[in-house]
């Protein structure tokens, strides 16, 4: 491989208005904020205002980035938005926010793999590049407001679902010691019915008694197996690390989907690896889909904690149910 993608810059954004867990103590008229501080860290999350949406997540997100990379719109060959609260059903989110930057060169899609969106785009970001000159920078745009779909009565996802956006820029290197390395991608299709927004599809288009029944909002159907995601994550994460002769204690830092603490820690244990290696944010902004895990990237670069070489392993999973894994080296 003498083509390679490598990560030159991150950026985060969150909405300002801070939503902490005693609001819901108010609507459900019980003591939530103890279990999740407990059980979850969960201490306050972000929530769009009314008159903010996805795209304007991504526009922040995107323009910090840039930023960060000192880089212009201008300079994008390819913008990707990973989501599944998009701005619209048609067209994309990311057609959008390119107009409003001003990304005038880059071509645009949208990804939806749920949660595991923004792993998804990663891989196919770096393999646009290895594949195609004519790529050379590529930002992916995780983002989520899912707090435009919540039922604030549904104790089961009013108090963990949130808002925000999280942005890396990949650039063209001939160096392929450094950024892309592996990744692997996996579904289990079986449960796509188990959670999610099932209505303003054209299985089920909007109409007044599905507004009423709430059915265009998130839903859990049914509880997930609480071993799914460290049973698969640990084994994604070994087999990805094992094609490139590496093995966990050989990673820096381990970027997983926020949705549960308990995972994250089960999935360590069974790695053997240090609770510290995973950084989490899900204390301060709840759980933020396919935008926590460059929130989680951004906070540990602008933290200092990432050194070059390093080893960094990103491991989404989300609804349908789908699992993405990527393997980079920092630098």
Not at 1 to 17: C, L, Q
Not at 33 to 43: A, V
Not at 192 to 205: D, E, K, S, V
Not at 252 to 260: L, S, V
Request: with cysteine.
């Amino acid at each position: 491989m003498s083509r390679n993608a490598r990560i030159i810059a991150t950026g985060m954004y969150a909405p300002d208005k801070v939503v902490p867990n005693t609001f819901f103590n108010e609507i459900l008229g019980e003591d939530v904020d103890t279990w999740l501080r407990e059980n979850l860290t969960i201490r306050e999350r972000r929530w769009c205002s009314e008159d903010e949406s996805t795209a304007d997540l991504v526009e922040r997100a995107a323009k910090i980035t840039l930023e960060h990379a000192g880089l212009t719109p201008a300079d994008l060959d390819l913008f990707v938005v990973a989501t599944d609260t998009p701005e619209w059903i048609s067209p994309s989110t990311a057609s959008i926010v390119q107009h409003r930057l001003g990304a005038v060169n880059a071509g645009t899609f949208d990804l939806n793999t749920a949660c595991a969106g923004f792993v998804t785009a990663l891989d196919m970001g770096a393999k646009y590049i290895q594949a195609d000159e004519r790529y050379k920078r590529v930002m992916i745009v995780g983002a989520y407001a899912m707090s435009k779909y919540l039922d604030v009565t549904d104790k089961k996802t009013a108090n963990l679902f949130a808002d925000g956006a999280g942005a890396v820029i990949l650039e063209a290197t001939d160096d392929s010691s450094v950024g892309w390395q592996a990744s692997q991608l996996h579904t289990e299709g079986q449960y796509a019915t188990w959670m999610g927004i099932y209505a303003g599809g054209t299985a089920q288009p909007i109409t007044h008694d599905v507004v009423d029944n709430k059915d265009h909002l998130l839903k859990f159907v049914k509880r997930f197996p609480t071993e799914i995601n460290p049973d698969m994550w640990s084994k994604m994460i070994t087999e990805s690390l094992a094609r490139i002769g590496k093995k966990p204690s050989d990673v820096a830092q381990y970027c997983f989907t926020q949705i549960n603490i308990n995972g994250i820690r089960a999935t360590l244990d069974i790695l053997g690896e240090p609770y510290e290696k995973a950084h989490t944010v899900m204390d301060r902004y709840g759980y933020t889909g396919s935008a926590c895990i460059p929130m989680v990237l951004a906070e540990v670069n602008e933290q200092g904690k990432l050194n070059d070489g390093d080893l960094v392993v990103f491991m989404g999973s989300g609804g349908g149910l789908a699992f993405a894994c990527s393997v980079f080296v920092w630098g």
